[in-house]
Protein backbone atom coordinates (compact mmCIF):
# COMPACT_ATOMS: atom_id res chain seq x y z
CA UNK A 1 0.00 0.00 0.00
CA UNK A 2 1.01 3.79 -0.57
CA UNK A 3 2.89 5.42 1.85
CA UNK A 4 0.83 8.49 4.12
CA UNK A 5 1.81 11.08 6.44
CA UNK A 6 -1.21 11.81 8.64
CA UNK A 7 -1.06 14.37 11.55
CA UNK A 8 -3.28 14.28 14.33
CA UNK A 9 -4.84 16.16 16.99
CA UNK A 10 -7.92 16.25 19.55
CA UNK A 11 -9.20 18.09 22.32
CA UNK A 12 -8.98 21.53 21.00
CA UNK A 13 -12.19 22.78 22.91
CA UNK A 14 -13.03 25.74 21.19
CA UNK A 15 -8.95 27.04 21.10
CA UNK A 16 -8.73 28.78 17.70
CA UNK A 17 -4.86 29.61 18.75
CA UNK A 18 -4.73 25.56 18.72
CA UNK A 19 -6.82 25.22 15.64
CA UNK A 20 -4.56 27.98 13.70
CA UNK A 21 -1.43 25.72 15.08
CA UNK A 22 -3.50 22.94 13.06
CA UNK A 23 -4.00 23.78 9.84
CA UNK A 24 -0.11 25.20 9.66
CA UNK A 25 0.76 21.42 10.64
CA UNK A 26 0.31 20.35 7.18
CA UNK A 27 2.75 22.70 5.73
CA UNK A 28 4.95 22.45 8.59
CA UNK A 29 5.13 18.73 8.58
CA UNK A 30 4.93 18.17 4.83
CA UNK A 31 1.56 16.36 5.67
CA UNK A 32 -1.69 15.63 2.86
CA UNK A 33 -4.40 14.60 5.95
CA UNK A 34 -5.08 16.35 8.95
CA UNK A 35 -8.07 14.67 11.21
CA UNK A 36 -8.93 16.55 14.19
CA UNK A 37 -10.83 14.27 15.74
CA UNK A 38 -13.21 15.50 19.08
CA UNK A 39 -14.48 17.88 21.83
CA UNK A 40 -13.66 21.04 19.80
CA UNK A 41 -15.88 23.67 20.91
CA UNK A 42 -15.45 25.82 23.86
CA UNK A 43 -17.34 25.95 27.15
CA UNK A 44 -18.12 29.27 28.26
CA UNK A 45 -19.20 32.83 27.22
CA UNK A 46 -17.17 35.67 27.97
CA UNK A 47 -19.62 38.94 27.64
CA UNK A 48 -18.23 42.05 26.17
CA UNK A 49 -20.84 44.72 27.91
CA UNK A 50 -20.74 48.06 26.34
CA UNK A 51 -20.32 51.02 28.74
CA UNK A 52 -22.29 54.55 28.73
CA UNK A 53 -18.97 56.22 27.80
CA UNK A 54 -18.77 53.57 24.88
CA UNK A 55 -16.08 51.88 25.48
CA UNK A 56 -15.97 47.57 26.29
CA UNK A 57 -15.50 46.04 29.83
CA UNK A 58 -15.22 42.25 30.05
CA UNK A 59 -14.17 39.89 32.89
CA UNK A 60 -11.31 37.79 31.42
CA UNK A 61 -9.21 35.34 33.27
CA UNK A 62 -9.96 37.01 36.38
CA UNK A 63 -8.83 40.11 35.52
CA UNK A 64 -11.32 43.30 33.88
CA UNK A 65 -10.65 44.41 31.04
CA UNK A 66 -11.41 47.80 29.36
CA UNK A 67 -11.39 48.04 25.42
CA UNK A 68 -11.68 51.44 24.32
CA UNK A 69 -11.69 51.46 20.73
CA UNK A 70 -12.54 49.12 18.21
CA UNK A 71 -8.90 47.75 17.41
CA UNK A 72 -8.23 47.28 21.61
CA UNK A 73 -12.16 45.48 21.43
CA UNK A 74 -11.04 42.94 18.65
CA UNK A 75 -8.03 42.50 20.18
CA UNK A 76 -9.78 41.14 23.25
CA UNK A 77 -12.56 38.50 20.81
CA UNK A 78 -9.06 37.34 19.31
CA UNK A 79 -7.44 36.71 22.84
CA UNK A 80 -10.19 35.22 24.02
CA UNK A 81 -11.29 33.04 21.12
CA UNK A 82 -7.98 31.92 21.78
CA UNK A 83 -8.17 30.89 24.93
CA UNK A 84 -11.24 28.40 24.20
CA UNK A 85 -13.81 30.43 24.85
CA UNK A 86 -16.49 32.70 22.83
CA UNK A 87 -16.41 36.86 23.40
CA UNK A 88 -20.19 37.99 23.55
CA UNK A 89 -21.02 41.81 22.98
CA UNK A 90 -23.70 42.64 24.53
CA UNK A 91 -24.63 45.44 27.47
CA UNK A 92 -26.24 46.02 30.77
CA UNK A 93 -30.04 45.08 30.40
CA UNK A 94 -28.78 41.71 28.27
CA UNK A 95 -26.65 40.58 31.04
CA UNK A 96 -29.42 41.00 33.44
CA UNK A 97 -31.94 39.28 30.96
CA UNK A 98 -29.12 36.28 31.07
CA UNK A 99 -28.68 35.79 34.57
CA UNK A 100 -32.18 35.21 35.18
CA UNK A 101 -33.09 33.41 32.52
CA UNK A 102 -30.03 30.47 31.63
CA UNK A 103 -32.36 29.25 28.98
CA UNK A 104 -31.18 32.63 26.79
CA UNK A 105 -27.91 31.88 28.04
CA UNK A 106 -28.13 28.58 26.14
CA UNK A 107 -29.20 29.54 23.55
CA UNK A 108 -26.84 32.29 22.54
CA UNK A 109 -23.58 29.55 23.71
CA UNK A 110 -25.23 27.21 20.71
CA UNK A 111 -25.59 30.05 18.48
CA UNK A 112 -21.85 30.88 19.42
CA UNK A 113 -20.60 27.88 18.60
CA UNK A 114 -22.00 27.70 15.13
CA UNK A 115 -20.83 30.63 14.16
CA UNK A 116 -17.40 29.88 15.37
CA UNK A 117 -17.72 25.87 14.09
CA UNK A 118 -18.91 27.70 9.87
CA UNK A 119 -15.85 30.31 10.66
CA UNK A 120 -13.09 27.65 11.50
CA UNK A 121 -14.54 25.64 8.57
CA UNK A 122 -14.24 28.74 6.34
CA UNK A 123 -10.63 28.91 7.20
CA UNK A 124 -9.67 25.43 6.92
CA UNK A 125 -11.26 25.57 3.36
CA UNK A 126 -9.61 29.39 2.33
CA UNK A 127 -5.83 27.32 3.72
CA UNK A 128 -6.18 24.21 3.45
CA UNK A 129 -7.70 23.40 -0.46
CA UNK A 130 -5.33 25.41 -2.61
CA UNK A 131 -2.60 22.75 -1.19
CA UNK A 132 -4.59 19.75 -1.68
CA UNK A 133 -4.62 18.49 1.81
CA UNK A 134 -7.53 16.46 3.19
CA UNK A 135 -9.20 17.58 6.24
CA UNK A 136 -11.27 15.42 8.74
CA UNK A 137 -12.57 17.55 11.49
CA UNK A 138 -15.46 15.58 13.94
CA UNK A 139 -17.35 15.89 17.04
CA UNK A 140 -16.55 13.96 20.50
CA UNK A 141 -18.81 13.21 23.50
CA UNK A 142 -18.52 17.10 25.12
CA UNK A 143 -19.50 18.68 21.23
CA UNK A 144 -23.05 19.38 21.48
CA UNK A 145 -25.23 18.02 18.08
CA UNK A 146 -26.12 21.30 17.57
CA UNK A 147 -22.43 21.69 15.39
CA UNK A 148 -23.11 19.01 13.26
CA UNK A 149 -25.03 21.15 10.46
CA UNK A 150 -22.39 23.23 10.31
CA UNK A 151 -19.72 20.27 10.62
CA UNK A 152 -21.14 19.07 7.48
CA UNK A 153 -21.95 22.21 5.54
CA UNK A 154 -18.61 22.14 4.00
CA UNK A 155 -17.91 20.07 0.05
CA UNK A 156 -14.39 19.75 1.40
CA UNK A 157 -13.71 19.59 5.09
CA UNK A 158 -14.94 16.25 5.80
CA UNK A 159 -17.12 14.75 9.05
CA UNK A 160 -16.64 11.30 9.38
CA UNK A 161 -18.57 10.92 12.16
CA UNK A 162 -20.38 7.43 12.35
CA UNK A 163 -19.23 6.15 8.37
CA UNK A 164 -16.23 4.81 7.20
CA UNK A 165 -13.78 7.22 4.69
CA UNK A 166 -11.02 6.47 2.50
CA UNK A 167 -7.43 8.27 3.70
CA UNK A 168 -5.44 7.99 1.01
CA UNK A 169 -6.13 4.34 0.70
CA UNK A 170 -6.39 3.24 3.87
CA UNK A 171 -10.34 3.05 5.32
CA UNK A 172 -11.04 4.95 8.80
CA UNK A 173 -14.15 4.16 10.81
CA UNK A 174 -14.60 7.62 13.03
CA UNK A 175 -16.95 7.67 16.61
CA UNK A 176 -16.91 10.71 18.70
CA UNK A 177 -19.03 9.41 21.09
CA UNK A 178 -17.79 8.11 24.68
CA UNK A 179 -18.69 5.69 27.59
CA UNK A 180 -20.24 7.29 30.66
CA UNK A 181 -18.61 10.26 32.03
CA UNK A 182 -19.41 12.27 35.36
CA UNK A 183 -20.31 15.71 33.61
CA UNK A 184 -23.47 14.15 31.75
CA UNK A 185 -21.81 15.09 28.19
CA UNK A 186 -24.26 15.10 25.36
CA UNK A 187 -22.55 12.06 23.29
CA UNK A 188 -22.10 9.76 26.13
CA UNK A 189 -23.66 6.23 25.76
CA UNK A 190 -23.50 3.41 28.01
CA UNK A 191 -20.44 0.42 27.31
CA UNK A 192 -23.33 -1.65 25.38
CA UNK A 193 -24.70 1.02 23.35
CA UNK A 194 -21.06 1.96 22.69
CA UNK A 195 -20.57 -1.54 21.58
CA UNK A 196 -23.79 -1.82 19.26
CA UNK A 197 -22.23 1.81 17.37
CA UNK A 198 -18.84 0.48 17.25
CA UNK A 199 -19.63 -3.10 16.13
CA UNK A 200 -22.20 -1.49 13.32
CA UNK A 201 -19.31 0.16 11.72
CA UNK A 202 -16.39 -2.29 11.89
CA UNK A 203 -19.20 -4.31 9.86
CA UNK A 204 -18.76 -1.68 6.85
CA UNK A 205 -15.13 -2.16 6.64
CA UNK A 206 -13.82 -4.60 4.29
CA UNK A 207 -10.25 -4.52 4.99
CA UNK A 208 -9.90 -4.72 8.66
CA UNK A 209 -6.27 -5.29 9.02
CA UNK A 210 -5.25 -1.86 7.14
CA UNK A 211 -7.77 0.24 8.86
CA UNK A 212 -7.61 3.07 11.09
CA UNK A 213 -10.50 3.11 14.17
CA UNK A 214 -10.13 7.04 15.05
CA UNK A 215 -12.38 6.11 18.55
CA UNK A 216 -12.62 9.29 20.60
CA UNK A 217 -12.15 7.44 23.74
CA UNK A 218 -9.27 5.42 24.51
CA UNK A 219 -8.90 1.89 25.70
CA UNK A 220 -9.60 1.21 29.10
CA UNK A 221 -7.20 -0.21 31.27
CA UNK A 222 -3.97 1.40 29.35
CA UNK A 223 -1.37 4.46 29.66
CA UNK A 224 -3.56 6.53 27.42
CA UNK A 225 -6.97 6.61 29.75
CA UNK A 226 -5.26 7.73 33.09
CA UNK A 227 -7.07 10.75 34.82
CA UNK A 228 -7.49 11.78 38.40
CA UNK A 229 -9.98 10.27 40.55
CA UNK A 230 -12.60 12.77 41.41
CA UNK A 231 -14.60 12.66 44.43
CA UNK A 232 -18.61 12.62 44.85
CA UNK A 233 -17.92 16.90 44.36
CA UNK A 234 -16.35 16.16 41.18
CA UNK A 235 -12.64 17.52 42.82
CA UNK A 236 -9.67 15.58 42.27
CA UNK A 237 -8.41 13.12 44.79
CA UNK A 238 -5.28 13.71 46.02
CA UNK A 239 -2.75 10.66 47.06
CA UNK A 240 -1.16 10.39 50.71
CA UNK A 241 2.16 10.21 48.57
CA UNK A 242 1.59 13.64 47.36
CA UNK A 243 -0.38 14.69 43.84
CA UNK A 244 -3.76 12.81 42.35
CA UNK A 245 -4.92 9.61 42.49
CA UNK A 246 -4.92 7.96 38.74
CA UNK A 247 -7.63 5.77 37.33
CA UNK A 248 -8.65 4.29 33.78
CA UNK A 249 -11.52 6.07 32.38
CA UNK A 250 -11.14 4.36 28.75
CA UNK A 251 -14.01 2.46 27.55
CA UNK A 252 -13.78 -1.82 28.00
CA UNK A 253 -15.99 -1.58 24.40
CA UNK A 254 -13.04 0.42 22.71
CA UNK A 255 -10.78 -2.33 23.95
CA UNK A 256 -12.69 -5.01 23.20
CA UNK A 257 -13.20 -4.30 19.56
CA UNK A 258 -9.37 -3.46 19.61
CA UNK A 259 -8.27 -6.69 20.47
CA UNK A 260 -10.64 -8.59 18.49
CA UNK A 261 -10.07 -6.70 15.26
CA UNK A 262 -6.32 -5.83 15.57
CA UNK A 263 -7.03 -2.23 13.23
CA UNK A 264 -3.83 -1.03 11.97
CA UNK A 265 -3.69 2.11 14.10
CA UNK A 266 -6.00 3.31 16.90
CA UNK A 267 -6.46 7.19 17.13
CA UNK A 268 -8.02 8.38 20.39
CA UNK A 269 -8.38 11.89 22.77
CA UNK A 270 -10.44 12.39 25.46
CA UNK A 271 -7.99 12.20 28.24
CA UNK A 272 -6.05 15.59 28.10
CA UNK A 273 -3.85 14.26 30.74
CA UNK A 274 -2.31 10.73 28.96
CA UNK A 275 -0.70 11.40 26.27
CA UNK A 276 1.33 8.56 24.98
CA UNK A 277 1.05 5.47 22.56
CA UNK A 278 0.13 1.87 23.70
CA UNK A 279 0.39 -1.43 21.88
CA UNK A 280 -2.69 -3.90 21.54
CA UNK A 281 -1.43 -6.91 20.00
CA UNK A 282 -0.36 -5.35 16.56
CA UNK A 283 -2.41 -2.18 16.54
CA UNK A 284 -0.34 0.59 17.77
CA UNK A 285 -3.26 3.53 19.87
CA UNK A 286 -2.22 7.09 20.33
CA UNK A 287 -3.31 9.52 22.37
CA UNK A 288 -1.62 12.84 21.99
CA UNK A 289 -3.20 14.15 24.96
CA UNK A 290 -4.24 17.95 25.20
CA UNK A 291 -3.00 21.36 26.37
CA UNK A 292 -5.53 23.85 24.97
CA UNK A 293 -5.76 26.33 27.46
CA UNK A 294 -2.27 26.94 26.68
CA UNK A 295 -2.75 27.82 23.41
CA UNK A 296 -0.57 24.44 22.72
CA UNK A 297 -1.30 22.02 20.34
CA UNK A 298 -0.09 18.62 20.82
CA UNK A 299 -0.41 16.33 17.88
CA UNK A 300 0.93 13.31 16.10
CA UNK A 301 2.42 12.66 13.07
CA UNK A 302 2.25 9.09 11.81
CA UNK A 303 3.59 7.29 9.07
CA UNK A 304 2.03 4.24 7.17
CA UNK A 305 3.45 2.46 4.55
CA UNK A 306 3.06 -1.27 3.22
CA UNK A 307 -0.01 -1.63 5.74
CA UNK A 308 2.58 -1.23 8.56
CA UNK A 309 2.92 1.62 11.32
CA UNK A 310 6.32 2.83 9.32
CA UNK A 311 6.77 5.96 12.03
CA UNK A 312 5.62 7.65 14.76
CA UNK A 313 6.31 11.16 16.51
CA UNK A 314 4.09 12.62 19.66
CA UNK A 315 4.43 16.65 18.69
CA UNK A 316 3.97 19.56 20.64
CA UNK A 317 3.83 23.01 19.97
Not at 57 to 82: M, P
Not at 195 to 214: H, V
Not at 291 to 297: E, K, R, S, T, V
Request: net charge negative.
Amino acid sequence: MARIRIFFATDVHGSERAFVKFLGAAKFYDVKTLILAGDITGKMIVPIVVQKDGTHKSTFLGSDVVAKNEQELAGLEKNIRHNGLYPYRTNEEEVKAMTEDPARVDRIFSQLMIESMRRWIALAEERLKPAGVKCYISPGNDDRFDIDTALGSSEFVVNPEEKVVDVEGYEMITLGYSNITPFDSPREVSEEKLREKLDGLISKISGIQNSIFNLHCPPYDTNIDKAPQLDKDLRPVVSPLGGFEMVSVGSVAVREVIEKHQPLLGLHGHVHESSGVERIKRTLCVNPGSQYADGILRGALVTLKDGKVDSYLLTRG
